[in-house]
């Protein structure tokens, strides 16, 4: 099969299209023709092999332990292990799993979902990592709700884009911050507002938020807090700031303690992969309350390309690589998925964590 492959830690040019064997599944894995791929920063971070501090997370020290890129899936199940009681051949279905980069790719069961009817392929494959990260971090840390006044600080990538959406289907009013391209993207999935951060400074303005979502990770705390409502929270969802040895970890670290001492709850968090909240999400899609939002499309031989064109931050929502019949054609190119607002008054699916 067809793969982009690396060898070693690095920018895009340690990527490779190779000819290599099919991935062997274990007994509660799946083996998932590949029709798309998500590309996110968390890709991104793997290829490099920076912070540091992942290579010790099982990833490999001097090398890559899985050669072949990429987490966002959605394809067709071509052939399922003997515990696997879920899926089975001929099934669509989006998630994460291991190695997406390539024709085929293996993925855990628990990892998966059925694909949303509505979706095309391309849509259901940048659903999953951004898609949890924006419902767990709103839901279960920052207990989003009804007429709650939210801030989403990044909303116009790829976890911000869904963290806008899914604001309004909790029926929050939600303001967005972004740079002066893409705030007509973010107003056009939803935001009552959005803030442009090179003409406003978003802590000077007056307005106070329940729950600030910081993407960005950029913002120190104390103007942050200056934001909120004086029982408010910070939910922080990692951030590319940092050193090349821990990244954004003391930030997290230090958000934890502080956050006792302040009248302020500050809340880091790390996304939990999980086949319910993989139906959560799939829930939100079917009934159009959440819409992928992506901006360009790449075919597999041009994942370098992908990965320089994410890190130089132009994507407006989410970047992918697609396997579709006729897509290896046109490198590059932009794909107009319809936006969808979310429908007013959606007091949401899944309540785990929700007070």
């Known amino acids: 099969m067809k793969a982009i492959v690396q060898t070693k830690y690095g920018p895009p040019d340690v990527l490779e299209l190779a000819d ?25 971070h793997l290829m490099m092999g920076l912070p540091y501090l992942v290579r010790l997370f099982g990833f490999g020290l001097r090398a890559p332990k899985n050669p072949v890129p990429g987490l966002d899936v959605a394809g067709v199940v071509e052939k399922v292990g003997k515990d696997v009681t879920r899926f089975r051949p001929g099934d669509e279905v989006f998630g994460i799993g291991k190695g997406t980069f390539a024709e085929y790719a293996r993925a855990p069961e628990g990892k998966l979902a059925p694909k949303p009817a509505n979706l095309s392929f391309e849509e259901a494959a940048v659903l999953a990592v951004s898609g949890l990260t924006a419902l767990q971090g709103l839901r279960d840390y920052g207990r989003v709700g009804p007429g709650q006044n939210v801030l989403v600080v990044g909303a116009s990538g790829g976890v911000g884009t869904y963290a806008v959406q899914i604001s309004k289907a909790f029926g929050a009013r939600v303001s967005g911050v972004s740079g002066p391209e893409k705030t007509e993207m973010v107003r056009s999935i939803g935001a009552d507002e959005v803030i442009d951060y090179t003409r406003e400074d978003f802590t000077e303005r007056g307005e106070r938020y329940d729950l600030i979502l ?12 200056r934001a909120l409502t004086p029982k408010g929270t910070i939910v922080l969802v990692g951030g590319e700031g940092g050193g090349r040895l821990f990244g954004v970890v003391p930030r997290l670290l230090r958000a934890m303690i502080l956050s006792p001492f302040v009248g302020h709850e500050l809340r880091p968090f790390v996304s939990s992969e999980n086949h319910e909240d993989m139906l959560v999400l799939g829930e ?29 931050g132009r994507a407006r929502g989410k970047v992918l690589i697609s396997l579709e019949s006729g897509r290896e054609a ?25 007070p």
């Open 20 to 44: 290599i064997a099919k991935p062997e599944i274990g007994a509660g894995e799946v083996l998932v023709r590949v029709r798309a791929a998500g590309v996110d920063r968390g890709v991104w």
């Open 330 to 354: 046109r490198p590059g190119a932009d794909t107009a998925a319809t936006l969808r607002s979310p429908a007013p008054g959606f007091q949401g699916p899944g309540g785990r964590g929700r």
């Open 284 to 312: 939100l899609a079917g009934a159009g309350k959440v819409t992928p939002t992506v901006d360009r499309t790449f075919p597999l031989a041009e994942v370098p390309e992908a990965m320089r064109y994410l890190e130089a």
């Open 214 to 225: 910081d993407i960005a990770g950029t913002s120190p705390f104390a103007r942050l807090r």
